[in-house]
């Protein structure tokens, strides 16, 4: 080999050298456990987000890099120049915001001081979810859906058609989450014998008249929308992510003006949480306040059997001249909201928590105070379905106002909340009564409240406790009294046998039959 055979292929080293060199890094990028820096304030100078020094200045830049671990610097980022653009997150990523620029630990940041805006200067949806992805440390503001046209076949297609005005929730035949939803099916505020419109509020809005796609159809009319006009700040359509330490204010859209919970692929869902995984969305240390719907849920709606988890959340201000000024549920939606507070929400009804269509909420250590309602339900309403039945557990509600009702629960229909105080602790939301790290253990002491379905047992308040082995049986066939120790010694009466359960919260074991108020 000669001097200069040697020298090209020694040439040819070191350009494979530095080819590796600069390649290396992009493969970094897409790690998971590599950090992309975002800093709105850097100006100029080299962008690849591999340092505070060389952040991109671009959230949206940064996304579109691959990037799956993001800092976000304080700041504020918009999604674009067009309604459609959106902060779209994608399975698996983590995004922090709440940053200086200068931390090399996620400790060191402060979201509360360092304010990081995603604004979305009337974007359709600032944010949209997706499943497994992490949302933390972000103020979300300014989304209008509002005006986003129905992408889908629109309202009354595959098998149900809109009811049209304000009669319930548009599904025509009996539902499998407990009866009907058929036109006029609901209290004389929808089927049109209450009151009239008062203070603003009516069936449509005088800040939203017209504008955007009908939001309160039919399940199939919902699942061809793609969440169309829902979901001002965040848009969470067959997608379950987890949000943490995010506040979604001067939010507007048809229905969640502020969050649009919607998983499930079918309807009836398959699996409670939809989506095929289980997953179910999660929101930790988050306020939604100040945000707007035109027809349903003003903070957050949830459709179609979605179950999304709150905890530590404070709904506040928030409103919408139809129902659920708060968080509006419905179609067998049944979150847990655990130490959450609804405080001065406002509404036609439902002020605070509504719940349609055979929604069974489990409510842990809330407080309603300071909502108003025109027509029915200050604090919470449960409405259409029938079979909403929320069970409340140790909670407080006072000083809500309501103008042509008693400021109490409202229940329509054959609707069952259970109420229910265990312990001396005091009642109500209290600010850092649990923490992040309690979630699994506080979901795994709620759920024998729910059946497999999701939906809530209707149980006495010391069963709910689960203090006793005992087991009570009751027959429908059973003749003559019983004392409920066996099958051959049955109570006949339901009745009887849930009273009996109820003095140390024993089981109760029913067979087959038709079970009577009267008696059986």
């Known amino acids: ?60 830049q940064a996304l579109k890099s691959g990037a799956m671990t993001l800092w976000v610097a304080r700041g504020v980022y918009t999604p674009g120049n067009s309604h459609k653009d959106t902060f779209q997150l994608r399975p698996g990523m983590k995004i ?111 800040r939203g008249s017209g504008q955007g796609p009908p939001v309160h159809t039919t399940p199939w009319a919902i699942m061809d929308g793609h969440g169309a006009g829902c979901g001002g700040g965040m848009l969470n359509f067959r997608a379950a992510p987890v949000v943490r330490n995010c506040i979604f204010e001067n939010n507007r859209a048809g229905k969640g003006g502020g969050v649009y919970n919607m998983t499930s692929r079918s309807f009836p869902p398959r699996r409670r949480g939809g989506g095929g995984s289980g997953k179910v969305p ?16 003003g903070g957050v709606s949830n459709d179609l059997g979605t179950a999304p988890v709150f905890l530590n959340c404070v709904f506040d201000h928030n409103q919408t001249p139809q129902k659920g000024g708060g968080m509006y549920n419905d179609f067998g939606c049944s979150p847990t909201l655990i130490n959450c507070l609804f405080i001065s929400n406002s509404a036609q009804s439902a002020a605070g928590l509504g719940n349609d269509g055979g929604s069974c909420p489990v409510v842990y250590y809330c407080s309603f105070t300071g909502n108003h309602a025109v027509d029915y339900g200050a604090p919470i309403y449960d409405g259409t379905g029938p079979a909403n039945d929320p069970v409340l557990i140790n909670c407080r509600i006072a000083d809500n106002t309501c103008q042509w009702c008693d400021t109490g629960i409202y229940n329509w229909h054959d609707d069952e909340p259970q109420i229910m105080k265990t312990g001396s602790i005091t009642g109500g939301y209290r600010a850092g009564r649990f923490s992040a790290g309690e979630l699994t253990s506080l979901l795994a002491r709620l759920a024998r409240y729910r059946t497999r379905r999701g939906r809530v ?20 066939s059973h003749v003559g009294g019983g004392s409920g120790r066996s099958w051959g010694d049955a109570y006949a009466s339901l009745t009887a046998a849930l009273q009996d359960a109820g003095r140390d919260g024993a089981r109760v074991y029913m067979a087959a039959g038709v079970y009577k108020l009267s008696g059986k």
């Open 1 to 60: 080999m000669n001097l200069r055979q040697l020298w090209r292929n020694g040439f040819l080293v070191w350009v494979t050298l530095l080819v590796g060199l600069a390649v290396t890094p992009v493969a970094a990028a897409a790690d998971s456990t590599a950090v992309t820096f975002v800093n709105a304030a850097h100006v100029g100078g080299r962008q690849n987000g591999r340092s505070w020094a060389t952040a991109f200045a671009s959230l949206q």
């Open 96 to 206: 922090y915001g709440g940053f200086v620029g200068t931390e090399t630990e996620l400790s060191q940041r402060n979201w509360t001081v360092n304010k990081t805006i995603l604004q979305g200067d009337g974007a359709y949806h600032v944010v949209t979810g997706a499943t497994g992805a992490l949302l933390d440390g972000f103020i979300v503001t300014g989304g209008n859906a509002l005006r986003q046209r129905r992408s889908g076949r629109g309202s009354g297609s595959r098998r149900g058609r809109s009811s049209g005005g304000r009669g319930g929730a548009g599904f025509e035949r009996p539902g499998p989450f407990g009866g009907g939803f058929g036109r006029g099916f609901g209290p004389p505020d929808q089927s049109g014998g209450g009151p009239p419109n008062r203070q603003g509020f009516g069936g449509q809005s005088s």
């Open 282 to 297: 999660e929101f930790i240390n988050c306020t939604f306040r100040d945000n707007f719907a035109a027809g349903r849920g």
């Open 457 to 476: 047992r209707i149980v006495p308040a010391a069963a709910a406790a689960g203090s006793s082995s005992r087991i009570v049986y009751v027959s429908a």
